[in-house]
């Protein structure tokens, strides 16, 4: 997952010609219909669950470019319009793709413009065609999905029209009858798609796909997803996308602390380091949030019950706010009124040193800054069994 692993050069900015991709190994060759002359389309490594800088940005000219670069493994690719989220190539040294597709443009709720490519097909790489044949496939999640949201649609429109979670409305919608078949459809769809994807994983366990469909079919990994990791093959597990899956899913070793970092507590004022607080402490929980996120907005009660029981005997809280917007986060401290030391990443890279992938990440940590348990473990329930027993 450290960016010298990667095996590709950086080259931004330019325009391949036939000469330039001989001088590569492997290459791909795009010709994209509905867009500019000067339009920049990117290649970006993808599966790293890190935001990657593109390998390569070339400018088309007549809907076509080429990209060119070295690859010694199998490797996942996003290939798009700069700025938008592109598609997914797989592709192995000496390959030379060839990719068609229909660009159309489209805003988001925001009313940012970006671009899809429909249609988007891909010759001349024996490496994606086995990726394509291998994956799970998502159309027939997506049908469900569709069919599922059309049967409900109605009482979606009640839930969303609700006045907010707290209301009685709101609140009488979700102990009906229609709520509970909803969700048991929910449950049903989601649990098409783990059955989809573990089948794949299981049938490509000894081979780099098998990881790559584990990377590739979630944005995010969470303990959920340990079995999957568990049923690759040791040879496996040792792949590129196998030791990222394990970084991200094995717990740290309780003989290494983990990583110091200077913040501001916004409620004092004071700058602070998470190092002194763990030495001051017997057990400091961390808590990488946002104000847009629902699930950590949920969980800060419980983090001030238990803050409220244990305080006085060695416990504290450090709440790091990944938000970009300032005002978005003084408003949800408002709100939230967090009691315990707090600040926003902002540009110090904060969660980055901390590889957060999803919200809320959490952490217990003992005195030396050794994880004692995260994420699921110390939400809900399990945070309140585990200071229990620890304390």
Avoid at 280 to 306: H, T
Wanted: aromatic content about 10%.
């Amino acid at each position: 997952m450290n960016l010298k692993n990667l095996l590709l050069p950086l080259v931004v900015g330019f325009s391949m010609t036939g000469v330039e991709a001989e001088a590569q190994n492997t290459s791909v060759a795009i010709d994209v219909k509905g867009l500019e002359d000067g339009t920049e389309m990117t290649l970006t490594l993808t599966g790293t669950y890190r935001q990657e800088e593109p390998i390569q940005t070339v400018e088309l000219k007549n809907g076509k470019a080429v990209f060119a670069f070295d690859v010694e493994e199998p490797r996942g690719y996003r290939l798009g319009v700069k700025g938008s989220s592109g598609e997914t190539i797989v592709l192995d040294k000496g390959e030379k793709a060839e990719v068609s597709a229909v660009a159309e443009k489209r805003q988001n709720n925001q009313g940012k413009t970006y671009v899809v490519l429909n249609d988007f097909t891909v010759k001349g790489s024996a490496t994606h065609d086995k990726f394509v044949a291998q994956r799970p496939n998502r159309k027939l999640v997506d049908a469900a999905y569709e069919k599922m949201y059309k049967d409900n649609e109605a009482f979606v429109a009640k839930l969303a029209a609700a006045p907010g979670r707290d209301s009685e409305e709101y609140k009488a919608l979700v102990s009906s009858p229609e709520y509970e078949q909803y969700a048991r459809r929910q449950d049903e769809v989601a649990q098409m798609s783990v059955d989809m994807i573990r089948a794949a994983v299981e049938a490509n366990r000894d081979s780099w796909l098998g990881a790559f469909i584990i990377v590739n079919s979630h944005w995010y990994l969470t303990e959920d997803q340990l079995p999957l990791y568990e049923a690759l093959s040791a040879e496996t597990k040792q792949s590129f996308y196998g030791k990222i899956i394990g970084k991200q899913l094995v717990p740290e070793s309780m003989a290494e602390s983990m990583p110091d970092f200077e913040f501001t507590d916004h409620v004092t004022g004071k700058s602070m380091r998470l190092h002194e607080i763990c030495r001051q402490n017997k057990y400091v929980l961390i808590d990488f949030w946002a104000s847009w996120c629902g699930p950590c907005r949920r969980e800060i009660p419980n983090f001030k019950a238990q803050y409220e029981l244990y305080k006085d005997k060695g416990f504290q809280v450090v709440s790091i706010s990944a938000d970009q917007s300032e005002t978005d986060w003084l408003k949800a401290l408002n709100e939230e009124k967090l009691e315990w030391p707090n600040d926003r990443d902002g540009e110090k890279g904060i969660c980055k040193l901390y590889n957060v992938q999803f919200y809320p990440t959490v952490y217990l940590l003992d005195s030396q800054a050794r994880v004692v348990a995260s994420n699921n473990s110390v939400r809900g329930e399990a945070l309140r069994t585990k200071l229990a027993e620890l304390f």
